[in-house]
């Protein structure tokens, strides 16, 4: 009888949570601040002041929902991050300055666990982590001068030819694997739509940065000049998410 009732409880769990599966489509936005972190370039000082730089990642996701509450997803999207620097030397004034910056651009590919609550409330909690996959498109340095003696050098990153070689120096790693963390709430438009305002919080996991960064990018370094030396760099990102979801179950 124990086997019997069990089994039954079983089968009409499994009935609710095969009625409860769908498809889910996120199509979203992330404005946010970005850093580039690394030990040189904080011991630079006060010739290479880290500032506050605007990012934004976004794109599509596809998942499939196992539960009301569980699920996976994947999709593709664009990452732009960088970082703003700019001298800070003492009794110099803010207009004789040298502003400088660093812009990658990546094509993203997440995978992310999404936990979501009730999803007849009208609002409720929902949360997405994993990992995210960065292929670069793009990386770009510039010199802007101050602003009593503008500039606009710009280095393409990618296109630095080595010493004695037409081979292309790696400043950049073509592959970073990062880490995606989102927290927030849903709010429900109806049992198929809702839209997403989620803290998020992102940070590469493997080095952006190339193995001729030390030699060619004329970043800063530790080390000697003939043994130059430059440690691991971290691309960072925090913003909100905002995405409109729609969901199609079936049974």
Same mark, same amino acid.
């Given at each position: 009888m124990k086997n019997l009732t069990f089994l039954a409880f079983a089968l009409c769990l499994t009935g609710t949570i095969f009625a409860q599966k769908g498809l889910e489509i996120t199509a979203g936005f992330t404005p946010g601040v970005s850093f580039i972190l690394n030990d040189e370039d904080f011991a630079e000082g006060q010739s290479l002041n880290i500032q506050a730089t605007f990012a934004y990642q976004g794109g599509l996701t596809l998942g499939y929902n196992f539960s009301e509450a569980i699920g996976l997803a994947t999709g593709i999207g664009v990452a732009a991050l960088g970082q703003n620097y700019?001298?800070?030397?003492?009794?110099?004034?803010?207009?004789?300055?040298?502003?400088?910056?660093?812009?990658?651009?990546?094509?993203?590919?997440?995978?992310?666990?999404?936990? #979501?609550?009730?999803?007849?409330?009208?609002?409720?909690?929902?949360?997405? /982590?994993?990992?995210?996959?960065?292929?670069?498109?793009?990386?770009?340095?510039?010199?802007?001068?101050?602003a009593n003696n503008p500039a606009d050098n710009s280095t393409n990153y990618r296109d630095i030819t080595k010493l004695l070689s037409s081979e292309k120096a790696e400043i950049y790693?073509?592959?970073?694997?990062?880490?995606?963390?989102?927290?927030? #709430?849903?709010?429900?438009?109806?049992?198929? !739509?809702?839209?997403?305002?989620? /803290?998020?919080?992102?940070?590469?996991?493997?080095?952006?940065? #190339?193995?001729?960064?030390?030699?060619?990018?004329?970043?800063?370094?530790?080390?000697?000049?003939?043994?130059?030396?430059?440690?691991?760099?971290?691309? !960072? !990102?925090?913003?909100?998410?905002?995405?409109?979801?729609?969901?199609?179950?079936?049974?």
């Open positions: 700019t001298t800070d030397f003492d009794n110099i004034a803010n207009d004789d300055q040298i502003k400088y910056d660093r812009k990658l651009t990546y094509v993203r590919v997440p995978l992310l666990l999404r936990v #979501g609550g009730d999803p007849t409330a009208a609002t409720s909690a929902f949360f997405r /982590f994993g990992p995210h996959f960065d292929f670069l498109s793009g990386a770009i340095g510039r010199n802007y001068g101050s790693n073509g592959f970073v694997l990062g880490m995606t963390l989102e927290v927030g #709430g849903k709010i429900r438009i109806s049992d198929q !739509m809702g839209v997403l305002l989620m /803290f998020h919080l992102e940070s590469s996991l493997t080095n952006p940065e #190339g193995q001729d960064a030390a030699v060619y990018s004329g970043f800063p370094t530790s080390g000697t000049l003939l043994d130059p030396e430059r440690g691991t760099a971290w691309n !960072m !990102m925090a913003g909100l998410n905002v995405s409109f979801l729609y969901t199609l179950t079936f049974n």
